[in-house]
C-alpha cells in the first residue's frame, strides 16, 4: 500500500512537472510574437488597460494574483470526435476544409469541419471559478518567465502573459474534467496567438496528436513551431520558422488550380482593388484613394477590406468596396499592404503593388518585395500622371513559395494522408478495441449510447462484431446492443 502511495504520488508530481513545462513553452512563444516585450505600435494595448500595473515584478505577480482571483472560465461540452478541429475565423476554417479535401480518402463526410467537430463551435454553459494549484502557482511562473527570457515589462506583454493564462486554464479544466472525451486528432490553423498557443499546449499535455495548417503568411517573430505534424504553405515558410522542436514539416500549395506563368497581367490599370489589413492607416489609406481617382489611368477604386478590418467608416474618397475580387468580370491592379493575399495575387499571374504606407506594420514585413515577387509603391508618387511601372514577379522566387512549382506537392499530400491513417488506426471508427481507454469510454457514456455512433462509420458487418466484442468486455449489455440497433435501423 505505501509503495502504491509513493507511486501515486510521483505520478502526480510528474504530471504537474509535464504541465507547468507546457505553460511556460507557451508563455515563451507567446513573447516572442511581440518580440519579448519590444512592442510595435500596433500591437501596443490601450493604456486604460491594467491601471494599476507599473512595470516592475512585484507588479507582475501581484497583478497576475488579482487576475486569476477575479476570472471565471465557461463550461464547453465536448462531444466525442476521434478528430476536432481548433479555430473559428474564416481564415482557420478555409484551411481546414482544405485538409478535410485533401484527406478526404481517409475521412469521412462526418470530418468535414461543421461546428459538430470544432471546439471553439461548441456550446458554451456557466462559468466556474479558478480556485485550482495550478492558479496558486502561475503567478510566481509568470514572473519566472519575465525574468529568465529577460521580456520587457509593458502593459502589452503583461496583457499577453493574462490572455495566454485565461485560455490555458480554459482549456485545461474543460479536458481534464472531460478526458475520456479527448481526440485522437486535432488540426489547428493558428500558431501565434494566445488562444491557440495555450490549446496546443494543453493538447500536447494531454497526448493528443496535432496538426497545424498554416494560415497566413509569416514573419521571424512567430515561435517555433512545436507539433506532430506541421503542413506549410511553402519553402520560404520553412526556412522563416527555422529548426523546429519535435516536429515534421510538409510543404503544400494553397493554389490548388493549374497554375501556368507567362507575362504577368497589367494590361487593365483603369481598376484598382486596394487590399487593407486588418489595422489599416485610415489617413494614408485615404490619401492614396484620393490621389488614385486624380491619375488620369485610373477610372475605378475598389476597396476589399481585411475580414477583420476596423475604422473603414472613417476612409474618405471615392470607392467602392466589395468583399471578394474573384467576382470582378474585368481586369485589375492590385495594390496590397503587409497582407499575405499579396502571394495569393502573385500566384495568380498578376503584378501586385505593395503601398507599406497602409498599415504601421514596417516596411515589407513579410518579405514578398525583397524575394522579387512584388514592387514596392509609395503614396508620395502617386499623381496625375502616375503610371504603374511594368513589373513580372520572379518565377524563381515563386518556386520557393510554392510547393506546386518545386515538385514536392504531390508526395508530401500523400505523407499527410498517410499520418493520418496511421493515427486513426487505432480509433473506435476503426473497430480496433484493443485500447482499452475505448471500451472504458463507452462504458462511461453507455446511458445515452451516443459515443456508439462513431460505429456508423463502419462497415456493418464490422460494426456487429464491434458492437458484440463491447458485450464480451462487459462495456455494454446484451439488451444495449440490441436496443443500439433497433435505434439505428429506425
Given at each position: 500500500m505505501a509503495v502504491n502511495k509513493i507511486y501515486r504520488k510521483v505520478k502526480a508530481l510528474r504530471e504537474k512537472v509535464n504541465l507547468l513545462k507546457c505553460f511556460i513553452s507557451g508563455l515563451k512563444s507567446s513573447f516572442s510574437v511581440i518580440n519579448n516585450g519590444d512592442v510595435p505600435s500596433y500591437r501596443k494595448v490601450d493604456d486604460q488597460k491594467y491601471s494599476d500595473f507599473n512595470s516592475s515584478y512585484l507588479s507582475v505577480y501581484r497583478e497576475s494574483k488579482r487576475y486569476l482571483r477575479d476570472i471565471k472560465t465557461p463550461c464547453v461540452k465536448i462531444g466525442y470526435r476521434d478528430l476536432l478541429y481548433f479555430g473559428h475565423t474564416l481564415n482557420n476554417i478555409k484551411e481546414f476544409e482544405l485538409f478535410y479535401e485533401l484527406c478526404s480518402d481517409k475521412l469521412v463526410i462526418q470530418d468535414s469541419p461543421s461546428k459538430h467537430n470544432n471546439f471553439e463551435l461548441f456550446t458554451r454553459k456557466g462559468k466556474r471559478g479558478q480556485n485550482t494549484s495550478l492558479n496558486r502557482l502561475i503567478p510566481f511562473v509568470?514572473?519566472?518567465?519575465?525574468?529568465?527570457?529577460?521580456v520587457k515589462l509593458n502593459k502589452t506583454s503583461f496583457h499577453y502573459a493574462m490572455q495566454y493564462t485565461y485560455y490555458f486554464i480554459f482549456y485545461f479544466l474543460n479536458f481534464s474534467s472531460q478526458k475520456l472525451?479527448?481526440?485522437?486528432?486535432?488540426?489547428?490553423?493558428?500558431?501565434?496567438?494566445?488562444?491557440?498557443?495555450a490549446a496546443s499546449k494543453v493538447l500536447k499535455f494531454f497526448c493528443v496528436d496535432r496538426i497545424y495548417f498554416q494560415h497566413g503568411a509569416v514573419s521571424d517573430l512567430f515561435p517555433k513551431l512545436d507539433y506532430e505534424l506541421s503542413v506549410l504553405w511553402n519553402e520560404k515558410s520553412a526556412e522563416i520558422y527555422g529548426e523546429s522542436s519535435n516536429n515534421k514539416l510538409l510543404t503544400i500549395s494553397r493554389q490548388r488550380e493549374r497554375l501556368n506563368f507567362v507575362k504577368a497581367d497589367v494590361s487593365d490599370k483603369s481598376n484598382i482593388v486596394i487590399f487593407t489589413t486588418s489595422i489599416p492607416n485610415v489617413e494614408n489609406l485615404s490619401l492614396l484613394i484620393e490621389r488614385l481617382?486624380?491619375?488620369?489611368?485610373?477610372?475605378n477604386v475598389f476597396l476589399q477590406p481585411h475580414p477583420r478590418g476596423k475604422n473603414l467608416s472613417e476612409v474618405r474618397g471615392s470607392f467602392s468596396v466589395?468583399?471578394?475580387?474573384?467576382a470582378l468580370s474585368h481586369g485589375f491592379v492590385p495594390i496590397v499592404g503587409n497582407s499575405s493575399i499579396a502571394l495569393e495575387l502573385a500566384l495568380q499571374n498578376r503584378a501586385v503593388y505593395q503601398c507599406f504606407d497602409l498599415d504601421d506594420i514596417g516596411y515589407d514585413y513579410y518579405g514578398f518585395v525583397s524575394d522579387?515577387?512584388?514592387?514596392?509603391?509609395k503614396i508620395a508618387d502617386v499623381d496625375s500622371e502616375y503610371s504603374f511601372p511594368t513589373f513580372t514577379p520572379s518565377v524563381k522566387a515563386l518556386k520557393i513559395y510554392c510547393p506546386k512549382l518545386s515538385g514536392v506537392d504531390k508526395e508530401h499530400i500523400s505523407q499527410l494522408n498517410d499520418f493520418v491513417e496511421q493515427k486513426l488506426a487505432s480509433s473506435i471508427r476503426s473497430g480496433n478495441l484493443s485500447n482499452r481507454s475505448y471500451v472504458r469510454l463507452i462504458k462511461h457514456f453507455k446511458p445515452e449510447?451516443?459515443?456508439?455512433?462513431?460505429?456508423l462509420l463502419l462497415e456493418s458487418s464490422s460494426r456487429d462484431d464491434v458492437l458484440e466484442q463491447l458485450v464480451i468486455e462487459g462495456a455494454i449489455s446484451f439488451e444495449e446492443k440490441q436496443l443500439y440497433i433497433r435505434r439505428n435501423e429506425s
Open positions: 509568470v514572473v519566472f518567465v519575465f525574468i529568465l527570457f529577460r472525451l479527448m481526440p485522437k486528432i486535432a488540426v489547428l490553423a493558428n500558431d501565434h496567438t494566445p488562444k491557440y498557443l481617382n486624380r491619375t488620369k489611368e485610373v477610372s466589395i468583399r471578394d475580387y474573384k522579387d515577387i512584388c514592387l514596392d509603391i449510447l451516443k459515443l456508439l455512433d462513431q460505429l
